[in-house]
């Protein structure tokens, strides 16, 4: 058992009133604790119970560094800023990225540009050009779908108006024939089968 755990029990034993002290984490949490020093307990307060601290680090409201190495015993306090380097503005980053570019290295970036383009722009109008011809023949193709789908179209509509004839002018009759004699079982047809 800790000191302070068995301190605390002594205090709590002889009615004597124990002072802890409360703060709020940085995400609302509120904790307790005999001090805010290394070694003592540090507990999460809930609406039923105090739950041991898990470990792990934590930044109080006041902006402070928690840090838990065992549960419910704080390792350490740190000021964040000791740790932390201030984060740097846009500003900054600004001024670092401004710098002065010596004028031959910017003529003959320059020149490097004009020399692209220069080459570039011929490929340029040759793409553009085949894409207008790629365009007209597409547009075309799908013209000619288009009036295949009209035909067809067209056809399946004279088709439905034409009137439904018969092939054959006169009526075929088929002949039935009758047996004449007793029913034939099973075992007959197979040997008159075999018998033929």
Do not use: C, H, W
Not at 36 to 42: A, M, P, R, S, T
Not at 45 to 72: C, F, H, N, Q, W
């Amino acid at each position: 058992m800790k000191a302070t755990k068995m301190l605390n029990d002594i205090k709590t034993l002889l009615n004597i009133e124990v002072k802890l002290e409360e703060m709020k984490l940085e995400n609302g949490t509120v904790i307790t604790t005999d001090a805010l020093e290394k070694g003592n307990e540090v507990f999460i307060v809930t609406e039923d119970e105090k739950v041991a601290m898990p470990v792990g680090e934590y930044i109080l409201e006041d902006g402070r560094l928690l840090i838990v190495s065992e549960e419910g015993i704080i390792g350490d306090i740190k000021n964040v800023s000791d740790e932390v380097p201030a984060e740097e503005t846009t500003e900054d980053l600004e001024e670092t990225i401004e710098t002065e570019v010596p004028e031959e290295v910017a003529t003959e970036v320059e020149a490097i540009v004009e020399a692209v383009v220069e080459v570039i722009a011929p490929v340029i109008e040759e793409v553009k050009t085949e894409i207008e011809e790629l365009k007209k023949q597409y547009a075309s193709l799908m013209d000619g779908e288009e009036k295949k789908k009209e035909e067809k179209k067209k056809e399946d509509l004279s088709a439905a108006k034409k009137p439904i004839r018969r092939t054959s002018k006169k009526p075929t009759k088929t002949k039935v024939e009758f047996g004449t004699g007793k029913f034939s079982t099973t075992l007959d047809r197979v040997l008159n089968k075999l018998n033929k």
